[in-house]
Each structure stands twice: as C-alpha cells, then as structure tokens.
C-alpha cells in the first residue's frame, strides 16, 4: 500500500461521496484503512467497475451470452511441468500462462463460431482465482 494513502486518510475521505458516513477526523492505527476508487482491486474500485457494467448492459441491450471458462488442473499443458511430487499449486505462473492461452483461443474462435450472430457491441469480463486455486472467466458478451 503506497504511504500517501496511509498518511492522508482524511484526504482521501473527504474526496469520496461517502465522507459523510465516515465521521471520525483523524485515524489511529489500529483503524481500518480507507482504500481509494483508483486503487485496483479496492471496494471503492470494485462497485465502480460495477456500475459501469451495468450502465454499459442498460444502454446497449442485455447480453447475448453468458460464458464461464475454468482451467483445469489436469490439462496436458499444466501436468508436464509438473515435476515429481508437485501439484498445480506449486506452480502458478505455468497455470495463469496456460489459463491465459487457452482464454486467448476460445475468444477467437467465439468470434467465428457465430458467423450470423453479427458484431461484438461489448465484452465485459471478470477473471477470478477460485479457493481452491484454480482461475475461472465470466464474460458477459452481446451481438447485434
């Protein structure tokens, strides 16, 4: 976490429309930190990608498809750099790299399966690591 967001919490705070609900002026340190709309992957952040999402599926028609791609442990590709002893956990570079090509090759042949279904109006993807530590895809996708 960068030490401007630690330091000037109040700042940041007051910058946000919720400021209002946060009624303390000065923070210890044992409080929670306030984490900014621009830092990835914070709550503020999250509800924003949200409400984009959903203005996005308002204005241009809900989707036309829903897909989910999950990787799979045993593919050929993630086994063979599997050295004696060792499961997919132990390497997850090999796992997100492998997960990424296939990803990159099923969005391309989408493209093509479809040849009637018209152009791609929008995309909107969510790529999430499942508890037991394999990375999953959502895609909400619509054609005209």
């Given at each position: 976490?960068?030490?401007?967001?630690?330091?000037?919490?109040?700042?940041?705070?007051?910058?946000?429309?919720?400021?209002?609900?946060?009624?303390?002026?000065?923070?210890?340190?044992?409080?929670?930190?306030?984490?900014?709309?621009?830092?990835?992957?914070?709550?503020?952040?999250?509800?924003?990608?949200?409400?984009?999402?959903?203005?996005?599926?308002?204005?241009?028609?809900?989707?036309?498809?829903?897909?989910?791609?999950?990787?799979?442990?045993?593919?050929?590709?993630?086994?063979?750099?599997?050295?004696?002893?060792?499961?997919?956990?132990?390497?997850?570079?090999?796992?997100?790299?492998?997960?990424?090509?296939?990803?990159?090759?099923?969005?391309s042949n989408l493209c093509t399966m479809f040849p009637n279904a018209g152009w791609l109006v929008y995309s909107i993807t969510s790529i999430?690591?499942?508890?037991?530590?394999?990375?999953?895809?959502?895609?909400?996708?619509?054609?005209?």
């Amino acid at each position: 976490m960068s030490p401007y967001i630690r330091s000037n919490q109040s700042c940041l705070w007051s910058l946000e429309h919720d400021a209002m609900l946060m009624a303390e002026d000065t923070i210890e340190e044992s409080d929670n930190i306030y984490l900014p709309a621009s830092f990835l992957g914070s709550w503020q952040w999250t509800s924003n990608q949200i409400a984009d999402s959903l203005a996005i599926t308002v204005a241009y028609s809900p989707p036309t498809f829903f897909l989910t791609f999950t990787c799979n442990s045993d593919w050929p590709e993630i086994q063979s750099q599997l050295l004696p002893g060792q499961t997919f956990t132990d390497i997850p570079v090999v796992v997100c790299h492998v997960f990424k090509q296939k990803l990159a090759k099923l969005m391309s042949n989408l493209c093509t399966m479809f040849p009637n279904a018209g152009w791609l109006v929008y995309s909107i993807t969510s790529i999430e690591f499942q508890k037991h530590g394999v990375t999953h895809r959502n895609d909400l996708c619509n054609y005209l």
